[in-house]
């Protein structure tokens, strides 16, 4: 059988004559702020004292001394990050230049010295350049001429931190005989019976050339045997009723323990496992009055994908453990997300990501890694990209929760809509990856899953590529140029980028801007803001609805991530309500890479924003939606939206409500909304605030569940001042955790209370909140400490305040 020596210690990261001890798997940064180099660069604005390390070459050495009695040892490293020549012994083993692959090279009888060295990624990309020709991108930096992680050298919401370094894991392998180098298997279910297609090839040594080799598999009770001829073979196995692995809310997530070994004529030489799911995947894309659909379908079922875009976790990867991506993905899966997009300027995540959706039901969506510049296709980069698609499609591809497969993020649209095309002059820029090499790798090594050629995409040139009436759609002139309440102005049949800013939690904030007084506009808040313009567009939004505060760095900072919250369920409830029309939304984004102001649900040290818990009540299975009067209707919409397996028969209380809580209009509804489905009703005319008065609102209540509608801005209703009680309960038996109970006395509109002001370690259960004179809300709170009423008003804040 194979041996494996992993080679994790003893690692020495030298600079011409300085040394310090180095962590494998790791980066130079990494090394360099555990030896006190180096500031935290995540603090203050000391990124920018830290531009130079990306720009130097590094060493990574350490002595290996191994026995083995085995024919043939490799020396195998499963990432290096980028740009790197490998030295064992005295002897050049090899060159590297991509981040995202698997190397291999032959170490048999070698020992000693093993040395790593990486070039800048600064110097590999200019020589590639020097190479194809200067290709316009978004950023000034090149990113396309390296197969890197783009965003490390900056996005506008990450750090530019340009990485080296042995980022995944590095071993020997001491094998004899046959190894198995690729295993790919083809899990596909036709009516109730479920079918595995594994392909092997294997890799020999010069003495195992003439030897028979077979392979076994087995899966849930079933075992099948191969002998090969030559270096492939192919094994077959079916499962009669084999339990479907689902999207969550759709069914079970079961799994299977897929084995296969390889044998010799002495017994096993070599062995593989996984866990595989068996359910069906497609997209219907077929055409239709409204244009061009974009439908996810699994096992059968028509889904509305409730999704939400991925970025790297850290913007050092090699940071990023197992428990971490658990956090995270639970995190999704607590706010009701179904679908993570993997977005294409980051990386092909470790094996532990997707394990995790594999368990919680989180689709998958991986882009291929291109965004938002013209790529070369010339060499040295074409054979890179060949070889990194075809490591990343066998090694991903077992995977239950991997359900689409997608070319590039915004490259199609850019090359129409960015000024790309006339510069280019004929030149390539990536077209030929996107509508060729990938969908022909997918095609040959993966052809149970689906691939998509880009996002945004309409399907074919005959469409411009980010048409919202045809495919996937991403809509940023919103957040650019408009207020939120223009998501409503057309229904795009899947939208798979749309987003609002906000400042992370304040405790974030502290920590990661520690001496100085907070301001939207301080030294740091800016340094932490990296979108063009993105404090203006933080200030328009808020000013739309509410007067800007002058001076008031805590009102400025609740309302911006009210705006935020409200923004995005103005989105997510709108093109809901015209399932199927349209068919899934993916907000960008889920997480961040380091504390700054962003689009994130969940900002750089894992504290939740509101937007988080409000994304959990806008994609819950069942849903009310108030909706202003839009193409064809009357008046306002109230939309029943269910999205769960069972019809929903309900009785729907309107009313239309003063500011002070007197219910001027009143009626119900009588609703059964079948599965998986909407229904629309129109608002009676006698139930419609009167817009003029500025003092009416409507409310819909259902289920325990809640619509308002309010038809002016906050900024011109006539608010009464908000009036409220607080008590703190400890809950028995809990330890740590106390109730915050809040009794209102009028409207109060948008309650948050930012748990993070009481201590940076609390958590609560709830974000925005509306209560109604009367009503009362429980906010369960973990990790505070002791705290008073007192203390919890001081962290309470809400939108109609005077």
Not at 263 to 279: C, E, K, N, V, Y
Not at 284 to 297: M, N, S
Not at 416 to 441: C, H, Q
Request: net charge negative; aromatic share 10%; proline share 6%.
């Amino acid at each position: 059988m194979k041996d494996i020596t992993p080679l994790t210690e003893g690692w020495i990261l030298r600079h011409g004559q300085d040394q310090l001890p180095a962590r494998v798997p790791g980066c130079v940064h990494t090394d360099l702020l555990a030896a006190g180099v180096i500031p935290d660069p995540f603090l203050d604005r000391n990124e920018t004292e830290v531009s130079w390390v990306g720009r130097r070459s590094w060493t990574y050495t350490t002595d290996v001394s191994h026995e083995s009695g085995h024919e043939r040892t490799d020396l195998v490293f499963e990432g290096l990050d980028t740009a790197a020549r490998i030295a064992f012994d005295g002897r050049e083993l090899g060159a590297t230049r991509n981040m995202h692959r698997t190397y291999r090279f032959d170490a048999t009888g070698l020992t000693g010295r093993l040395e790593v060295h990486f070039t800048s990624a600064y110097e590999e990309a200019e020589a590639v350049r020097a190479i194809t020709g200067d290709r316009p991108n978004v950023y000034p930096e090149p990113f396309q001429y390296i197969r890197k992680m783009a965003c490390s050298f900056g996005w506008d919401w990450g750090p530019t931190l340009v990485t080296a370094g042995i980022w995944r894991p590095v071993r020997l392998e001491h094998w004899s005989t046959a190894r198995l180098a690729s295993v790919c298997p083809l899990v596909t279910v036709d009516e109730d019976r479920g079918s595995v297609e594994v392909r092997l090839r294997v890799e020999r040594t010069e003495a195992g050339t003439a030897t028979v080799l077979r392979a076994r598999a087995t899966v849930a009770g079933q075992e099948t045997e191969v002998r090969f001829e030559g270096d492939e073979a192919v094994l077959r196995l079916t499962v009669d009723g084999p339990r479907l692995w689902w999207p969550r809310g759709y069914g079970d997530q079961p799994l299977y323990d897929l084995d296969v070994t390889l044998l010799g004529d002495a017994g096993p030489l070599d062995t593989w496992h996984r866990r595989i799911g068996f359910r069906t995947v497609e997209v219907d894309r077929t055409p239709d009055a409204h244009g061009t659909g974009f439908t996810l379908v699994v096992n059968g079922e028509r889904i509305f994908a409730r999704g939400v875009n991925w970025i790297p976790d850290d913007v050092f990867p090699s940071r990023i453990t197992p428990e971490r991506y658990r956090t995270r993905l639970r995190q999704a899966a607590d706010a009701n997300v179904d679908l993570v997009r993997i977005w294409g300027g980051g990386i092909y995540e470790d094996e532990a990501f997707y394990d995790a959706c594999d368990e919680l039901g989180l689709m998958v969506w991986q882009d291929f890694l291109f965004a938002c510049a013209a790529y070369p296709e010339e060499q040295p980069l074409r054979g890179e990209v060949e070889a990194e698609v075809r490591d990343n499609v066998v090694r991903l591809m077992p995977h239950a929760s991997l359900v689409l497969w997608n070319g590039n993020n915004e490259n199609l649209w850019g090359f129409r809509d960015w000024d790309w095309e006339p510069g280019l002059a004929g030149d390539s820029w990536g077209e030929g990856y996107y509508l060729g090499l990938l969908p022909r790798i997918v095609a040959e090594l993966d052809p149970t899953r689906v691939y998509s050629a880009g996002s945004p995409w309409s399907g074919s040139w005959d469409h411009h590529p980010n048409d919202p009436d045809h495919g996937t759609y991403h809509s940023w002139e919103v957040w650019n140029r408009q207020d939120y309440a223009e998501y409503r102005a057309n229904v795009p049949r899947f939208v798979s980028e749309f987003g609002w800013q906000a400042p992370p939690a304040l405790a974030t904030l502290r920590r990661a801007l520690p001496d100085e007084e907070l301001a939207p506009d301080s030294p740091g808040m800016l340094h932490h803001q990296k979108a063009e313009d993105g404090n203006g567009k933080l200030d328009r939004g808020v000013a739309r609805h509410f007067a800007l505060p002058e001076g008031d760095f805590d009102r400025w900072h609740y309302l911006t991530q009210v705006v935020q919250a409200r923004a995005v369920a103005a989105g997510i409830e709108h093109w809901r309500s015209h399932w199927p029309v349209c068919a899934g939304t993916v907000v960008w984004q889920l997480n961040d890479c380091w504390p700054v102001s962003s689009w994130a649900a969940i900002d750089g040290d894992g504290r939740l924003k509101p937007l988080h818990h409000e994304l959990r009540r806008v994609y819950a299975d069942r849903l009310l939606t108030l909706q202003p009067a839009g193409a064809g209707d009357e008046g306002p919409v109230l939309a029943v939206i269910n999205q769960s397996a069972t019809p929903w028969r309900t009785e729907v209380t309107l009313r239309r409500v003063e500011a002070d809580g007197t219910t001027v209009g009143h009626g119900t509804h009588e609703v059964t909304v079948a599965a998986r489905s909407v229904a629309r009703l129109q608002v009676l005319p006698g139930l419609v605030p009167d817009e003029c008065t500025a003092k009416e609102f409507l409310v819909a209540d259902a289920d325990g569940l809640r619509a308002t509608w309010f038809p002016v801005p906050d900024k011109e209703f006539s608010y009464v001042q908000p009036a409220f009680d607080v008590v703190v309960e400890p809950v028995p038996g809990s330890g740590s955790k106390l109730d915050v109970v809040v009794n209102a006395h009028t409207l109060v509109r948008d309650l948050l209370l930012q748990v993070d002001r009481l201590s940076p370690s609390a958590s609560a259960d709830r974000g925005l909140t509306t209560l109604l004179p009367g009503e009362q809300v429980r906010i369960r709170v973990d990790g505070c400490g002791d705290v008073t009423a007192d203390d919890v008003r001081a962290a309470l804040f809400c939108a109609d305040t005077k």
